[in-house]
């Protein structure tokens, strides 16, 4: 098997094998999956780890019978007693974009048939809904992808080795980008204002759902891919949407990047140099972010254990930072909870949202929602909301005694009623425990769970009392309000689970009621 030239040197000139190493990182991985869309750079990819596998095969083969150099030399680096030798397949997405896409699948057919790897094509629609044909694209892309590690990762083939592997190395999906492709995601980002996180474009390796994104060329370059094409004799798919430059990754590829090599020949290989400075600074603010956010954590939301209430932050500790030290840890936290970075634009509106910490005010972030409340900055989802919304749509029976629950909403939650005399009197064994009016509980009736309406309210320990105000008094978030189920006698307010029983309603040492939100 040719090598690719992978060196970093001005020059250029110098070969090695440094894509192998990076092969050799991946063999904690039970299972290789290559993105093939057919085109250069994928076909390099799937032909030189088919090349790779079938030399760690060969390994375990005599000495004698290795006749090629090159592959025993890769054999004898690289010992197969630690690790099962991974499987290998390959996925192709056919977007449906082109009128030749049909062709491509059947290339890609013929390829994987004459390397005996298995091939999975699978359909996408292509929604663009006003982020652009490429974005859509590369979601959709995603999508298929992940539910291509997922599948293998709950139907993957068990082996006779004594290796234990975690879920994270069941599978890894390998893509064929370059440092071409890196410099080229740089300068966009750049174009756009992007910071230190953004400059270090794409990583060697990140997570997808719950397996691994690897990048085991990116230290090689689009020349590199194009001779080992020719030296091997690859057949490879020529995507005419590659010249089109109305997209903007094809105009920095057809014209900026070829102006920048002419004036700086260099450029490709110092752009990568800068991605991998960037990348390093942006570990290392991570680090501060993750000692920052020791103090300023989320321990509110764990103690209330429910996503209804959302992940927090403590308002007070957040301004005690500096603002770039502030803005950092507020990008890394909101990064954690699987959201796009926010604009310049948006942070300047979360450090408003902290400094007026006003009950009533929103940060819109997609498909979430920032909610400062008593002190803490609340990251809510859209979607939990709407669940919270249409779970109690309208009033259901509760059998009495009994923990019953209420599907996207909670559980609402039964003890144990202490024991009773005949005449209704308390024993001695637990007078102690029911003795003061925390022990108060619901009588036994007929009951409804039901929202809160407008205006309502009931009285307990002998006063009138709202609702409204018993749950502002009780620290229930806004949000949460108009959801929180309430215990209906007819028309009247009996409890509210998890706070208090309504004295029409209550009897001491009877049923008592919690409310756990899911």
Same mark, same amino acid.
């Given at each position: 098997? +040719?090598?690719?030239?992978?060196?970093?040197?001005?020059? &250029?000139?110098?070969?090695?094998?440094?894509?192998?190493?990076?092969?050799?990182?991946?063999? #904690?991985?039970?299972?290789?999956?290559?993105?093939?869309?057919?085109?250069?750079?994928?076909?390099?990819?799937?032909?030189?780890?088919?090349?790779?596998?079938?030399?760690?095969?060969?390994?375990?083969?005599?000495?004698?019978?290795?006749?090629?150099?090159?592959? #025993?030399?890769?054999?004898?680096?690289?010992?197969?007693?630690?690790?099962?030798?991974?499987?290998?397949?390959?996925?192709?997405?056919?977007?449906?974009?082109?009128?030749?896409?049909?062709?491509?699948?059947?290339?890609?057919?013929?390829? %994987?048939? !004459?390397? *005996?790897?298995?091939?999975?094509?699978?359909?996408?629609?292509?929604?663009?809904?006003?982020?652009?044909?490429?974005?859509?694209?590369?979601?959709?892309?995603?999508?298929?992808?992940?539910?291509?590690?997922?599948?293998?990762?709950?139907?993957?083939?068990?082996?006779? *080795? &004594?290796?234990?592997?975690?879920?994270?190395?069941?599978?890894?999906?390998?893509?064929?980008?370059?440092?071409?492709?890196?410099?080229?995601?740089?300068?966009?980002?750049?174009?756009?204002?992007?910071?230190?996180?953004?400059?270090?474009?794409?990583?060697?390796?990140?997570?997808?759902?719950?397996?691994?994104?690897? @990048?085991?060329?990116?230290?090689?370059?689009?020349?590199?891919?194009?001779?080992?094409?020719?030296?091997?004799?690859?057949?490879?798919?020529?995507?005419?949407?590659? =010249?089109?430059?109305?997209?903007?990754?094809?105009?920095?590829?057809?014209?900026?990047?070829? #102006?920048?090599?002419? @004036?700086?020949?260099?450029?490709?290989?110092?752009?990568?140099?800068?991605?991998?400075?960037?990348?390093?600074?942006?570990?290392?603010?991570?680090?501060?972010?993750?000692?920052?956010?020791?103090?300023?954590?989320? +321990?509110?939301?764990?103690?209330?254990?429910?996503?209804?209430?959302?992940?927090?932050?403590?308002?007070?500790?957040?301004?005690?930072?500096?603002?770039?030290?502030?803005?950092?840890?507020?990008?890394?936290?909101?990064?954690?909870? !699987?959201?796009?970075?926010?604009? =310049?634009?948006?942070?300047?509106?979360?450090?408003?949202?902290?400094?007026?910490? *006003?009950?009533?005010?929103?940060?819109?972030?997609?498909?979430?929602?920032?909610?400062?409340?008593?002190?803490?900055?609340?990251?809510?989802?859209?979607?939990?909301?709407? !669940?919270?919304?249409?779970?109690?749509?309208?009033?259901?029976?509760? =059998?009495?005694?009994?923990?019953?629950?209420?599907?996207?909403?909670? =559980?609402?939650?039964?003890?144990?009623?202490?024991?009773?005399?005949?005449?209704?009197?308390?024993?001695?064994?637990?007078?102690?425990?029911?003795?003061?009016?925390?022990?108060?509980?619901?009588?036994?009736?007929?009951?409804?769970?039901?929202?809160?309406?407008?205006?309502?309210?009931?009285?307990?320990?002998?006063?009138?009392?709202?609702?409204?105000? %018993?749950? &502002?008094?009780?620290?229930?978030?806004?949000?949460?309000?108009?959801?929180?189920?309430?215990?209906?006698?007819?028309?009247?307010?009996?409890?509210?689970?998890?706070?208090?029983? %309504?004295? &029409?309603? *209550?009897?001491?040492?009877? %049923?008592?009621?919690?409310?756990?939100?899911?």
């Amino acid at each position: 098997m +040719s090598s690719l030239d992978t060196s970093h040197s001005d020059n &250029n000139t110098n070969s090695n094998t440094s894509y192998l190493d990076a092969y050799k990182t991946l063999l #904690k991985h039970r299972h290789w999956i290559v993105a093939f869309s057919g085109g250069l750079d994928s076909t390099v990819l799937l032909h030189s780890v088919s090349e790779f596998l079938q030399s760690l095969h060969l390994s375990q083969l005599t000495s004698d019978q290795l006749t090629n150099d090159q592959l #025993k030399d890769q054999a004898s680096s690289t010992s197969t007693d630690d690790f099962t030798i991974p499987s290998l397949s390959a996925i192709h997405i056919n977007h449906q974009l082109q009128s030749v896409s049909a062709d491509w699948e059947k290339h890609c057919q013929s390829v %994987c048939e !004459q390397l *005996s790897v298995p091939l999975t094509i699978k359909k996408v629609a292509v929604a663009n809904e006003g982020k652009g044909l490429e974005s859509a694209a590369r979601q959709a892309r995603y999508i298929a992808f992940e539910e291509q590690l997922a599948a293998y990762s709950t139907s993957r083939p068990q082996d006779n *080795s &004594n290796i234990s592997y975690s879920a994270e190395a069941d599978s890894v999906l390998l893509m064929g980008h370059h440092a071409n492709d890196q410099a080229e995601t740089l300068l966009m980002r750049l174009f756009r204002g992007a910071g230190t996180r953004g400059a270090a474009a794409m990583p060697m390796q990140r997570s997808l759902g719950k397996s691994q994104i690897a @990048r085991p060329l990116l230290h090689c370059t689009r020349a590199n891919l194009a001779a080992y094409a020719v030296l091997n004799e690859l057949p490879y798919i020529e995507d005419p949407s590659n =010249t089109d430059e109305s997209f903007d990754r094809n105009f920095v590829r057809q014209q900026v990047l070829p #102006k920048l090599e002419a @004036r700086w020949p260099s450029v490709v290989t110092l752009l990568n140099r800068y991605s991998e400075h960037a990348s390093g600074d942006s570990e290392l603010l991570a680090d501060l972010a993750r000692l920052d956010l020791q103090t300023v954590d989320a +321990s509110e939301a764990s103690v209330v254990g429910s996503k209804a209430y959302g992940v927090s932050l403590s308002i007070t500790a957040c301004l005690d930072l500096s603002l770039k030290r502030r803005g950092n840890l507020l990008r890394y936290w909101l990064s954690a909870q !699987q959201l796009n970075m926010p604009s =310049t634009a948006q942070m300047a509106q979360i450090d408003n949202l902290l400094l007026s910490a *006003s009950s009533g005010a929103i940060v819109q972030l997609g498909a979430y929602r920032l909610c400062p409340y008593r002190d803490r900055l609340y990251l809510l989802r859209e979607d939990t909301l709407f !669940q919270l919304s249409q779970a109690l749509d309208k009033n259901m029976a509760w =059998t009495f005694g009994e923990s019953m629950t209420i599907n996207g909403l909670g =559980t609402l939650l039964v003890s144990e009623e202490p024991q009773l005399r005949d005449d209704g009197e308390v024993t001695s064994e637990v007078a102690s425990e029911v003795a003061s009016e925390d022990s108060v509980g619901l009588r036994e009736g007929v009951y409804t769970l039901g929202r809160k309406r407008d205006g309502l309210h009931f009285r307990y320990r002998g006063m009138s009392r709202s609702v409204k105000k %018993c749950f &502002n008094e009780h620290g229930i978030p806004p949000w949460l309000r108009d959801h929180y189920p309430l215990l209906y006698a007819g028309d009247e307010l009996a409890a509210i689970p998890g706070i208090l029983v %309504c004295d &029409n309603h *209550s009897m001491v040492g009877a %049923c008592a009621l919690d409310w756990q939100w899911d």
